[in-house]
């Protein structure tokens, strides 16, 4: 239901389902995990332009603190985190 840590397009739509069926959008985001406010959004999406804007988007989440170290440099940053001498002051 949940892949890296976002829901999928399935789990939305059921959500989104539940409350045009008329559950309460406070019960409804309870029921499946989510923000009162996530599920308003959702629900705005699909008026907007149905449940295709349920699908994640591109670009969506936070960004990466990171952004400037290249997929290969991570794990030799890691690495140098992990086995830097600690500062004694």
Do not use: C, Q
Request: hydrophobic fraction near 30%; proline fraction near 3%; aromatic fraction near 8%.
């Amino acid at each position: 239901m949940y892949e890296n840590g976002y829901s999928t397009k399935e789990v939305r739509v059921r959500a989104v389902e539940a409350v045009e069926r008329g559950l309460s959008v406070t019960v409804a985001s309870d029921d499946f995990g989510v923000s009162r406010r996530t599920l308003h959004r959702w629900l705005e999406r699909v008026r907007e332009d149905g449940n295709d804007g349920l699908e994640r988007r591109v670009g969506s989440g936070r960004p990466r603190k990171l952004d400037e170290l290249s997929d290969g440099e991570l794990p030799s940053f890691y690495f140098w985190i992990r086995n830097r001498p600690m500062d004694r002051r």
